[in-house]
């Protein structure tokens, strides 16, 4: 089984920046896919950033396109989302995702809650 753990949300102003992390532990035979995604109140969730680890390819959702940054560190098995010039928009709970194992296993975290406010 494995386990992601989001961190670093909290209360920020409008045009300030947080870096969000995923740690992942347990059995990890191989990570397809990492990203974020997110969930405004009242909103479908949406795909914020990826990375598809086999080609190296990362992604974004047009709306953050220039200030938001995903990025991993393998030796530590976490994740990060780098998040600048953030707006009221961005409140969400975001959420870690990653595909695992051959049969492309989804795992999710338990969210981590992310309010732009002045």
């Known amino acids: 089984q494995v386990q992601l753990v989001e961190s670093g949300g909290g209360l920020v102003q409008p045009g300030g920046s947080l870096r969000l992390s995923c740690a992942a532990s347990?059995?990890?035979?191989?990570?397809?896919?990492m990203g974020w995604y997110r969930q405004a109140a009242g909103k479908q969730r949406e795909l914020v950033a990826q990375?598809?680890?086999?080609?190296?390819?990362?992604r974004y959702v047009d709306s953050v396109k220039g200030r938001f940054t995903i990025s991993r560190d393998n030796a530590k098995n976490t994740m990060y989302l780098q998040m600048n010039s953030l707006k009221p928009e961005d409140t969400a709970v975001y959420y870690c995702?990653?595909?695992?194992?051959?049969?492309?296993?989804?795992?999710w975290g338990k969210g981590t809650l992310v309010t732009v406010s002045s």
């Open positions: 990375i598809i680890s086999r080609i190296g390819l990362t």
């Open positions: 995702h990653a595909v695992i194992g051959v049969s492309g296993v989804d795992y």
């Open positions: 347990g059995s990890i035979a191989s990570i397809n896919a």
